[in-house]
């Protein structure tokens, strides 16, 4: 069809462009990414980070302080632990020195018992008070120590049988000052241990008014990030949309230029088919009438055969056999067996009327002005058979075959490679068009230049 053989062998496959392949879409999202939009993202970002530091921060700081609250209550339980024991000591000592009865050393026994495990708790506390603390819990345990022997002593004398000697110690009042020194140490302790609870406490409260507005900065900060994911959503909804706009726009206008350039070729092959059966009709040895009304005939089976590779009255379904023998109607001449024909019957969708119409056309004229039409002892044999794949589908296979036509040469053929010629050069416009007719039916093309003429084999679904 092109007025050029084809190379040696082409093979196009079905091609499916997406929206979201162009460049257009790139710059657009591009854009998008450096808008105003990103600058706001990345504010409420940071302001996210911020926050959430914050109340990291808070929370760790309330429950340190939630901790030193815990541990003061812990002190001034141990301080009147240590003063109850003593208590209870000092009154088993005394009812056991007065009575010489022993069931006084009960709570004496129970209480000394008990002194072990607090005077740890008091080590404890030690360990994490200040120097002053310190020295106070020093001396409240050398006190502590100073009561206990004296109780031992009076208790260990009482058993001899020696109460004068017991309660002789006792009157000299050492261990009733040591019980006062005591007392006032253990006082002293738990007024620093409410001073620094009641601190702590303080600072939880402090903490926790300041976790309420960070909380609400937070609920603030997560609907301004909602207003600007809309707002983002929005514009790269719209940069998508203005970027399709341009693809469509530019494929219409890619698609009316190709048609454009389509007119002018078919126009211009029209022309060269009507000489060319003006050409074949002048050859026979009629009358001028009966000539010209062969060639009246042969252009108007062209002008059929031009319609039915546009598409025309292709609303329903065409049978391929019907439409090969439209278009090749004109390159019959006198009903003499130049065009074969052979296949099952074969029913083409709608959507498949148009380019296999136009690959057929297209064959024709190049054969017409090339090859095996264009002269008389010319054959070209067109045979068609459904096949099914591996998956079950449907498959056309159409064979084009040229036998009897001229010697190829790089004279005659621009864009073909036949044996012992160098291939001259790329594939002119009709070329493309039966490439791009294959691609439209989502098929495969396969062109081949053997001794005895051109071959073309087409593979494509049906439905």
């Known amino acids: 069809m092109t007025g050029q053989r084809e190379p040696d062998e082409h093979r196009t496959h079905e091609r499916r462009p997406g929206l979201g392949s162009g460049r257009p879409m790139d710059r657009a999202i591009a854009w ?55 208590l209870d000591a000092e009154t088993g000592q005394r009812g056991y020195l007065l009575t010489g009865n022993a069931i006084y050393l009960n709570p004496y026994e129970r209480a000394k018992a008990r002194l072990e495990s607090e005077v740890s708790a008091l080590h404890r506390m030690a360990e994490r008070s200040g120097d002053e603390e310190q020295n106070h819990i020093a001396q409240a345990e050398q006190l502590i120590r100073t009561k206990v022997d004296e109780m031992d002593h009076t208790v260990e004398l009482e058993r001899a049988g020696m109460q004068p000697s017991a309660l002789a110690v006792v009157t000299t009042n050492a261990g009733e000052r040591a019980m006062d020194e005591l007392r006032q140490e253990l006082a002293w302790l738990r007024g620093e241990k409410m001073v620094e609870r009641q601190a702590a406490f303080d600072r939880v409260q402090l903490l926790e008014s300041r976790l309420l507005p960070l909380v609400g900065l937070l609920g603030l900060g997560i609907v301004l990030l909602t207003i600007v994911a809309l707002r983002g959503e929005r514009h790269r909804a719209w940069a998508e949309a203005e970027a399709r706009q341009f693809i469509v726009l530019r494929a219409a206008n890619d698609e009316t230029q190709l048609l454009a350039r389509e007119l002018n070729h078919r126009v211009m092959n029209l022309f060269s088919v009507v000489l060319s059966i003006i050409t074949m009709s002048s050859r026979k040895q009629a009358p001028l009438a009966e000539v010209l009304d062969d060639i009246r005939a042969r252009v108007h089976a062209l002008s059929l055969a031009h319609s039915s590779s546009q598409g025309v009255g292709s609303k329903e379904n065409c049978k391929l056999a019907d439409l090969a023998a439209n278009i090749m109607r004109p390159y019959a001449e006198d009903g003499a067996e130049r065009v074969r024909m052979a296949g099952p019957e074969v029913v083409l969708a709608p959507r ?45 296979v159409f064979d084009w075959i040229e036998t009897g036509g001229p010697a190829l040469s790089p004279a005659t053929s621009s864009s073909a490679t036949p044996p012992g010629h160098t291939a001259p050069g790329k594939a002119g416009f009709g070329s493309r068009l039966t490439m791009m007719a294959a691609q439209q039916l989502g098929g495969t093309l396969a062109r081949t230049w053997p001794e005895t003429g051109a071959r073309v084999n087409l593979i494509c679904p049906l439905p």
Do not use: C
């Open 32 to 86: 998008y990414l450096r808008g105003p939009m990103n600058r706001v993202l990345y504010g409420v970002s940071a302001l996210f980070i911020a926050i959430f530091m914050l109340m990291a921060q808070t929370v760790m700081a309330q429950r340190q302080a939630r901790q030193e609250v815990m541990l003061q209550d812990e002190s001034m339980l141990t301080l009147n632990a240590l003063m109850e024991i003593m």
């Open 352 to 396: 498949m009327v148009t380019p296999v119409g136009l690959l057929i056309h297209e064959l024709a004229t190049n054969a017409s002005k090339y090859g095996a039409l264009s002269v008389e002892s010319g054959l070209v044999e067109i045979n068609w058979q459904e096949v099914s794949d591996e998956d079950g589908g449907r498959n056309l």
